[in-house]
């Protein structure tokens, strides 16, 4: 197999976020990973990378944002064992239109067909192509030929175009995490804007999606917004094409499959079912987000609780509910609907000694997450729309005893590789709360054999595959325009 690192001098990665936090303490400065699906996935593909025996292979290179109050202590590189970051430091007035603004008050809700929650401020749009101008002065100041730049999401649309315009030679790939919605959606948006957001992610050589559906949605706007001719899967432009395609992001398998059998965890899961002394236990783990469909899951479950009255005292929901852009004000109103909406199920079916939904709003660490995944009967993964959802594919990984239902919304991206889930409509509660039924009756073999062929997908379809197949597309693609433009 040809190993894309093998032709290259680096990879430098660019994202929104660093894949660790700068804390300062009183033995100086320590690093903490950051969660997130971005940053679980490449960092897996990182670890691999770093951990490779070949000298040759050089650290990846890392840019991303940096709080300002971290400035005294890191105005340029510094590094752990897997990456050498580069912090971009933005000032706050901008940073806050760009990021609680242009990218959480603009392009998240419409990404994920909440228009409505949409905010269309003019200075957004101003603040973005500022940070976008501060990401590539960065980049350009540390790029060397040869190198792969792999731009990551919708936080940095403008940034192939504009790196693509100060180095035409470079060779770029963007991924993008989210939802790509059809021109429908496209369409609110000012021209101007959509315009310079679809031609600034032209600037990559090769531009991966989760799905063939947001593939075949950004190509739908490609024709409606910059009319531009498509040849085979690829946009071709005046001087150069570019190539589009699936690249359906997982995980690491193995570290999945194998850390869930530690003795921690083990440990761990052991007191979770001795403390909720039920039969069964039901879990889902996302970010505050209203994209997550939450209060739909919620609603669903009181059904199944209202229509089987036999199963009250028998099973707990247990919702972990990871705090996340809680200053914005849609945020603030889900965790408000969502905390009522549990205070009103409980009070509605609890007793002293049986509580129907534990629910927290916290961050797990690692250990507690593999404990909930492989202590649970069933897992509840239902958003409204997401790009792909990595926990589901978490929970499957870690089910080495085959045991466990998923249950998924077709909302998500990775319904499309997990059939074997019960797949149903997040907003359609009868049909939640008929799944869950299911889910708590379905027999060992069932279970079993549904489990099985999810792991297999995974096993097959995990992130070094991701990360190798995106990588080999652009490298490749690069190579190939360059030699193009040279004869
Ligand atoms: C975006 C897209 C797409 C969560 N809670 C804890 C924790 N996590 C980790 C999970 C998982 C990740 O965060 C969440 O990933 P998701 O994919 O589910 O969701 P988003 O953060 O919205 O990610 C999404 C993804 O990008 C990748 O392209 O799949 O559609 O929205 O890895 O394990 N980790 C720990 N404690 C927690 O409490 N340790």
Redesign the pocket.
């Known amino acids: 197999m040809h190993n894309p690192n093998e032709t290259l001098k680096r990879l430098i990665i660019v994202a929104y976020r660093l894949p660790f936090s700068i804390k300062q303490t009183k033995d100086g400065v320590t690093l903490f990973?950051n969660?997130?699906?971005?940053?679980?996935?490449v960092l897996s593909m990182a670890e691999r990378i770093s951990q490779s025996s070949d000298e040759n292979v050089p650290k990846i290179h890392w840019i991303g944002h940096c709080d300002n109050h971290l400035k005294t202590i890191h105005q340029s590189a510094f590094e752990n064992e897997h990456f050498v970051a580069h912090p971009v430091f933005v000032d706050d007035d901008v940073h806050q239109a760009f990021y609680e603004g242009f990218c959480n008050d603009l392009i998240w809700p419409l990404f994920h067909y909440f228009p409505s929650y949409a905010s269309f401020q003019e200075n957004y749009f101003d603040a973005y192509k500022q940070v976008n101008t501060r990401f590539l002065e960065e980049l350009t100041s540390i790029i060397e030929p040869g190198d792969l730049v792999w731009i990551h999401?919708s936080q940095l649309m403008l940034l192939p175009e504009m790196l693509r315009q100060a180095v035409p030679d470079a060779t770029i790939g963007y991924?993008f995490?989210?939802?790509f919605p059809t021109y429908e959606i496209i369409k609110l948006l000012p021209r101007a804007w959509r315009q310079a957001l679809i031609s600034g992610i032209l600037g990559a050589d090769v531009v991966g999606f989760?799905t063939t559906d947001y593939v075949q949605h950004f190509m739908q706007n490609v024709s409606e917004v910059l009319a531009l001719p498509i040849i085979d899967q690829r946009v071709v432009l005046a001087n150069r094409s570019v190539s589009v395609g699936d690249f359906p992001?997982s995980?690491d398998f193995t570290k999945f499959n194998e850390r869930s059998q530690d003795e921690s965890v083990l440990e761990t899961r052991a007191q979770y079912q001795q403390l909720l002394r039920v039969n069964k236990i039901i879990i889902s783990?996302?970010?505050l987000?209203y994209?997550?469909g939450i209060t739909y899951r919620l609603q669903g479950y009181e059904r199944f609780l209202l229509q089987n009255p036999g199963w009250r005292n028998k099973v707990t929901f247990v919702m972990?509910v990871?705090p996340?852009r809680d200053k914005i004000g849609h945020y603030q109103e889900i965790k408000r609907e969502i905390e009522e909406t549990v205070g009103r199920i409980n009070g509605l079916f609890g007793t002293i000694g049986w509580r129907p939904i534990v629910y927290s709003y916290?961050?797990?660490?690692?250990t507690?997450?593999l404990s909930m995944y492989t202590a649970c009967d069933v897992a509840l993964?239902t958003?409204i729309r997401?790009?792909?959802?990595?926990?589901?594919?978490?929970f499957v990984a870690s089910r080495w005893d085959n045991r466990g239902v998923l249950i998924l919304s077709e909302l998500?991206?990775?319904a499309q590789e997990l059939p074997d889930a019960l797949i149903i409509n997040p907003t359609d509660t009868q049909e939640v709360a008929t799944a869950i039924k299911n889910a708590l009756t379905m027999l060992p073999d069932e279970q079993a054999l549904r489990m099985k062929k999810m792991r297999q997908h995974l096993q097959n379809h995990n992130v070094f595959r991701w990360s190798h197949n995106f990588l080999a597309a652009f490298a490749a693609s690069g190579e190939n325009q360059r030699s193009d433009l040279a004869t």
């Open positions: 990973q969660s997130g699906g971005l940053v679980s996935a999401d991924f995490h989210i939802p989760h992001i995980i783990v996302d970010r987000d994209a997550k972990t990871v996340s916290l961050s797990l660490t690692f507690e997450l993964i958003p997401d790009g792909m959802n990595l926990v589901c594919k978490e998500a991206g990775a």
